[in-house]
């Protein structure tokens, strides 16, 4: 166990409070590190963000790629011996770099969480040609991979137009902000 | 997508099972190939799928990762459509998965209770059963519809791809899972399940978007290792995986992917393949010609 003193765990206590987890149980044994298959696109290895949040880093923890290249995909927490939820503190740290709005380090990846979620605001589901073109001009930068999405379009792969539900009314309530 | 029918020629005496259909987005656009065969295998085994009416996106890795709000209200929205009494079955892991954590959260919390029971205006089903396509299989006896299992998928080499998403998160870590359930299935219809390690890491998901590169270094290496251990074929079972190990892969001649419905379907006789086999960006044709498991 850790156990800090001074104004470190102001970060340390808010985001333990927003996921819900608490990662102070950290042994900092480097099994999130060795089994990351997308590690090699971040700054800070997963455990190291951990330390940079008990540390109240806060610019760092929250500046850092690291909680954006981090799909969620559970290898991590899966071989933790301690169990810590890892993916669930980066979602926090991700809601906290948005929310204070400091300098996005991977904004393509939040360009496209934002097309994803645009097209679900619009039709309650996904429409992934939509999300692709919408993407590409917020990046401004039509040309590239070109090739795969001609070939996604002649495999029928990308729908032309998107399906909609129903109950237009339920979506608005869904996304409405207090 | 109409019910199915439930119709079975075979007079197997099997129970006819219901459930409540979730397809998701990705099975309901780039991977309608997955749908309609997973259609056909139900309503080949006599299983009923009811489409949860006017189902809504479970918000998938976007809305965790930047709208912790709607992360937890589209999935409430879909349990709050599940008939009560059938159990809720869902196609895409990654769906499952944002489903179910949900579900066990209100279970667990008394204010996302209330909160739950004031958005949707009606009691919270405590009963309600949320699995995955993969529990059919624990359910029904594919001897009772085939004969002569063993010979549909004779010597076909498949490596089976789980991906990550069935690899539960800690909140989820004591529910059922399925490893094994594809190695399990295919040995009994014949195929030769290969072994190689690969088999539940992640396929990059949306980085094949964000980050087209490190996607392709991970499909790659999944593939890579596949055929490296000997594999003509990998199987997956979910549709957003199967598509990026298509769209991302850049080694030279690589081994088709195959959704798992395709090969329960074909080895249960359904003739539709001619449906689903021009929409894959490698094609599956001339292995399984090759295999005998088609013709013409």
Known sequence: MIHLNGDQHVLNDEIKARSGIDYNSCLHCKTCANGCPFIAGMDYAPHAVLRLVQFGMEDEALNCSTIWVCVGCNTCSSGCPMAIDIPAVMDSLRHKAIEKGVKIAEPDILNFHTQVLNTVKKYGRTHKLEIMMRYKFQKMDLLSDMGVGLKMLKKRKLDLTPSKIQDKKAIEKIFRKK | ?296
């Open chain 2, 1 to 296: 997508m109409k019910k199915s029918s439930g119709k079975n020629e075979r007079n197997s005496g099997s129970e006819k099972l219901t459930f409540s259909f979730f397809p998701g987005c990705s099975l309901n656009a780039s991977g309608h190939e997955n749908t309609m065969s997973l259609l056909k295998f139900c309503d080949s085994v006599n299983i009923e799928l009811i489409e949860l009416e006017d189902w809504n996106c479970c918000g998938s890795s976007s809305a965790h990762s930047i709208d912790h709000d709607a992360a937890e209200k589209l999935p409430m929205r879909n349990i709050s459509l599940a008939t009560k009494g059938i159990p809720l079955m869902i196609a895409c892991p990654s769906c499952l998965i944002r489903m179910k954590s949900t579900y066990l959260k209100i279970k667990r919390d008394k204010v996302l209770k209330q909160k739950y029971e004031a958005l949707w205006e009606k009691p919270f089903d405590e009963d309600l059963e949320i699995v995955h396509f993969f529990e059919v299989m624990n359910r029904i006896r594919l001897e009772d519809y085939i004969d002569q299992p063993g010979e549909k998928l004779k010597h076909l080499k498949v490596a089976p791809y789980y991906g990550c998403m069935l690899s539960m998160p800690p909140d989820l870590r004591f529910e059922k899972n399925y490893y094994g359930i594809m190695e399990q299935t295919l040995k009994r219809l014949g195929a030769d399940p290969i072994s190689f390690g690969y088999g539940k890491q992640c396929c990059g998901t949306y980085l094949s978007v964000a980050k087209p590169k490190v996607a392709q270094k991970v499909v790659n290496e999944i593939i890579f290792k596949a055929m490296e251990a000997g594999a003509e074929c990998l199987v997956t079972a979910c549709s957003m995986c199967h598509l990026n190990l298509e769209i991302r892969c850049s080694l030279e001649n690589p081994i088709p992917v195959l959704h798992f419905s395709e090969l329960l379907s074909m080895a249960l006789g359904a003739q539709d393949q001619k449906k689903w086999f021009p929409r894959h960006i490698v094609d599956p044709v001339p292995l399984l010609k090759k295999r005998g498991l088609i013709v013409s």
